[in-house]
């Protein structure tokens, strides 16, 4: 079992940015890929990013491409998403997830284990 912490959000104006962490305390995150899923009110948990284990590769959805990182210190056990040029559309619960073999970088049900989720708020 491995345990996900997010941490980060909070409100913020539009253009603004946040920088969310999602750390694995005790465990050694460098053996999963990592990704970022949102979910705003009502609405399916959605991709945002993708990175495998050792950083070398990320991925984004056309939505955050260009105003989104993602990266990872594998020394530290934390995986972070960058989030600049916030926009009101990126409200939403923000979810870590880890997977062993994930075949399907942008597919939810590839990923083993979730954080509870963090809130982000973008006002106008």
């Known amino acids: 079992q491995v345990q996900l912490v997010e941490s980060g959000g909070g409100l913020v104006q539009v253009g603004g940015s946040l920088r969310l962490s999602c750390a694995a305390p005790?465990?050694?995150?460098?053996?999963?890929?990592m990704g970022w899923f949102l979910q705003a009110p009502g609405k399916e948990r959605e991709f945002v990013a993708f990175i495998n284990r050792s950083g070398g590769i990320t991925y984004y959805s056309d939505s955050v491409k260009g105003r989104f990182t993602i990266s990872r210190d594998n020394t530290k056990n934390t995986v972070y998403l960058q989030m600049n040029s916030l926009k009101p559309e990126d409200t939403a619960v923000y979810y870590c997830?880890?997977?062993?073999?994930?075949?399907?970088?942008?597919?939810?049900?590839?990923?083993?284990?979730w954080g509870q989720g963090t809130q982000v708020t973008v006002s106008s």
């Open positions: 005790g465990r050694a995150l460098s053996s999963y890929a």
């Open positions: 997830a880890a997977g062993g073999l994930v075949p399907i970088w942008t597919s939810k049900t590839a990923y083993e284990y």
